[in-house]
């Protein structure tokens, strides 16, 4: 069992940055492969990011690559995500997500655990 917990969301201007963290607890809680989602409202839950429970891989959406950074601290049990040159088609709540192990990263159905969101708004 884990539990996630998103931080770090709010109002940003065009081009400007955001960190988003997620704080998880629980037995092993680190040793879980992560995940970013985001959804828009009237839109699908999308994929952003993803890394290894180890820290050594990591994967992105298209439309994030060379923007956005995924990290982890497995001491502190938290996930982060850094968003710069954000644009206003990034406006969305942002989940993490967690799952011991998954072939399909990029989807929400390959993830068990979920946080409960946190707003990010990019003004033009």
């Known amino acids: 069992q884990v539990q996630l917990a998103e931080s770090g969301g709010g109002l940003v201007q065009t081009g400007g940055s955001l960190r988003l963290s997620c704080a998880a607890s629980?037995?092993?809680?680190?040793?879980?492969?992560m995940g970013w989602f985001r959804q828009a409202p009237g839109k699908e839950r999308e994929f952003v990011a993803a890394?290894?429970?180890?820290?050594?891989?990591?994967y992105y959406a298209d439309s994030v690559k060379g923007r956005f950074t995924i990290s982890r601290d497995n001491a502190k049990n938290t996930v982060s995500l850094q968003m710069n040159i954000l644009k206003p088609e990034d406006t969305a709540v942002y989940y993490c997500?967690?799952?011991?192990?998954?072939?399909?990263?990029?989807?929400?159905?390959?993830?068990?655990?979920w946080g409960q969101g946190t707003q990010v708004t990019v003004s033009s």
């Open positions: 997500a967690a799952v011991e192990s998954t072939y399909n990263f990029r989807l929400p159905t390959g993830y068990d655990y």
């Open positions: 629980g037995r092993s809680a680190s040793r879980h492969f």
């Open positions: 890394i290894t429970w180890r820290g050594d891989s990591t």
